[in-house]
């Protein structure tokens, strides 16, 4: 068995999912269930013995101690973030307890945990932290993408609560001995991703008949990864990583926020128009920028690919045509996301 930590979120609950769909190992899932934590996820999974649901918090070291006796899973991965950059702008204190304090709970746990285990049970645990390329700050253009040895400069409290999540896996293989893994991953997009994030927002409000709003220029660049290339690169780095190694992935697929919502607004065009006959580009709006936001992230995946063997299998175009088509055919999953308290936040932040 595994553990998986936020299992509910958006990668969380991919990962889970395609994870089941290739191996009948069981899952053992823990999730809080905040905002974007939602069971909707996992439907496919009801009655599936192979998944077992808990809801809870990885700070509560008392539950994870007693999960991780019951059940004796041979890794752990963790999901568990708080991981939207306004919402950390706008109150900070949730991606500290969560993103910092949450970590070192559920590590000194796993570390109790791993310490009592046979030699050989020992030796084949891991322990892999998912978090994120925003560690590593904001490039400018032309500068080289972020490979595993770029310095960290955190920019917002989200960004910075995770680099604090980072540097503590890390010392807890050098220091104890634990065997970590880390892997950075750039923006994920696709299925089941809840609609404060660019791309689902866009859609939702979209055929909503609702602004797009775009920070700033709408110049900001990202790089795009298809959220089940990114299960499949941990996958692979669960499997054949080397112990307290970081792993880059990134989708190859670097471009400005203006043109991710032209292409949105394009498929939307094509695959469900307005009825007036006009393109969604007209519900465009440009709103004032957040504070401190970075212009530019783009990541190295070759050592990866070097080491690993892995590549990701979607193009920017085949995934956001996935993706607009899952939300379409998905509008359930749609209105029973957004709910009165999330219109409410939307409203406020983008106001």
Known sequence: MI??????????ANFVLDWLAQSDEPVLNLDKLTYAGNLENLASLQGDTRHVFVRGDIGDTALVERLLSEHRPR?????????????????????IQTNIVGTFRLLEAVRAYWNGLDDEAKAAFRFLHVSTDEVYGS?????????????????????A?????????????????LPVLTTNCS???????FPEKLIPLMIVNAL???????????????????????????RRVLEAGRLGEVYNVGGWNEKPNIEIVDTVCALLDELRPRTDGQSYREQITFVKDRPGHDRRYAIDAHKLERELGWKPAETFDTGIRKTVQWYLDNQAWVAGVTSGSYRQWVETHYA
């Open 3 to 12: 553990l998986v930590t936020g299992g509910a979120g958006f990668i969380g």
């Open 139 to 159: 490039l400018k253009s032309g500068e080289p993408a972020f490979t595993e040895l770029h310095r960290y400069e955190p920019n917002s409290p989200y960004s």
């Open 187 to 193: 923006n994920n997009y696709g299925p089941y991703h």
């Open 208 to 234: 909503g008949g609702k602004a797009l709003p775009i920070y700033g220029d709408g110049q900001q660049i990202r790089d795009w990864l298809y959220v089940k290339d990114h299960c499949s690169a941990i």
């Open 161 to 177: 609560s995770k680099a604090a999540s980072d540097h503590l896996v890390r010392a807890y293989h050098h220091t104890y001995g």
């Open 75 to 95: 890794a752990v991965l963790n999901f568990a973030a708080e991981s939207h950059v306004d919402r950390s702008i706008h109150g900070p204190e949730d991606f």
